[in-house]
């Protein structure tokens, strides 16, 4: 009989460490995934900071290129008026000097 209770008090001292084992590997289990979340979060703010960086960094360019497009269609069209009114002047001229 004495046997059988150190037996049975030996199996609940065993139950009891792999109880407190699986305790403590579920709570390292949840450190590490917890530890592994914020890692995923702090690098989705990283990469979202550096994206809305490029963004601001695209719109400020396609708006001076657009500044740039203005500038050059206005510049041609000054100089198309330029063109045409040299043309107009040597046609006057060729008609002052009898040219056809």
Do not use: C, F
């Not at 990469?47 to 400020?60: A, K, L, M, P």
């Not at 500044?67 to 330029?82: A, D, K, M, Y």
Request: proline fraction near 1%.
């Amino acid at each position: 009989m004495i046997d059988l209770t150190t037996e049975i008090k030996y199996h609940r001292q065993q139950v009891a460490i792999l109880k407190t084992e699986k305790d403590t590997a579920g709570a390292v289990a949840d450190m590490n995934i917890l530890q592994a979340k914020h890692g995923v979060l702090n690098q989705q703010y990283k990469i979202q900071g550096e994206i809305n960086r490029s963004h601001r960094q695209q719109e400020t360019e396609n708006m001076k290129a657009k500044g740039l497009l203005v500038t050059i269609q206005n510049e041609s069209n000054t100089q198309n008026t330029r063109l045409l009114q040299l043309q107009r002047r040597i046609y006057e001229l060729e008609g002052r000097v009898g040219l056809p």
